[in-house]
Antibody, heavy 120, light 110 residues
């Protein structure tokens, strides 16, 4: 079965950087787009970014554009989220999710999430 | 404020039916597939409906989806307390080139 495991969360000071990783298993990783979605404490889902199956297309939410970068390594079955210039409002649980399609499509499998806390 | 509008909360009695609406525009729901997600307390979201009305394997037929114009609807029949959760709609917005989620609807089974 599909498994997605996020890692790399933690406490970071405002203005600093953090890199999240998501390992995929149980499916042909290189055939599907991958999303990052976040959820601030007590709030709704906030889409962050998506990357196409081959990494050639990347799209970002307005609140992270220019600060976050999504990438993938299909040889390692991993997707990454590089987060720079972090702000308090970036505090959230970050989920990676598999797309049903090559790029943007419904997220049909989700990881358990990793918590990022931006605080001094 | 999201480009997709959902009611903040809905409620119904056990065994009854409930519908949750998701209102958008021609740049999102009007021209792209709608999906629906269930998030039980303390857990990751789970896909319930994709491509407007299709159910992934393992999702019971008590859950249904539809789309009409620029709105999508999630229906749940035979409610039980285990259905108490937050429900989100989602779709691609072709004008903004972003994925969008609704703000979520909290379902209470009284």
């Amino acid at each position: 079965q599909v498994q997605l495991v996020e890692s790399g969360g933690g406490v970071v000071q405002p203005g600093r950087s953090l890199r999240l990783s998501c390992a995929g298993a149980g499916f042909t990783f290189s055939s599907y787009g991958m999303h990052w979605v976040r959820q601030a404490p007590g709030k709704g889902l906030d889409w962050v970014a998506v990357i196409s199956y081959d990494g050639s297309y990347r799209y970002y939410g307005d609140s992270v554009k220019g600060r976050f970068t999504i990438s993938r390594d299909n040889s390692e079955n991993r997707v990454y989220l590089e987060m720079n210039s972090l702000r308090a409002e970036d505090t959230a649980v970050y989920y990676c999710a598999k797309s049903r399609g090559l790029v943007m499509a419904a997220a049909d499998n989700w990881g358990q999430g990793t918590l990022v806390t931006v605080s001094s | 404020q999201s480009v997709l509008t959902q009611p903040p909360s809905v409620s119904a009695a056990p065994g009854q039916k409930v519908t949750i609406s998701c209102s958008g525009s021609s740049s999102n729901i009007g021209n792209n597939y709608v999906s629906w997600y269930q998030q039980l307390p303390g857990t990751a979201p789970k896909l319930l409906i994709y491509d407007n009305n299709k159910r992934p394997s393992g999702i019971p037929d008590r859950f249904s989806g539809s789309r009409s114009g620029t709105s999508g609807t999630l229906g749940i029949t035979g409610l039980h307390t285990g259905d108490e959760a937050d429900y989100y709609c989602g779709t691609w917005d072709s004008s903004l080139n972003i994925w969008v989620f609704g703000e979520g609807t909290k379902l209470t089974v009284l």
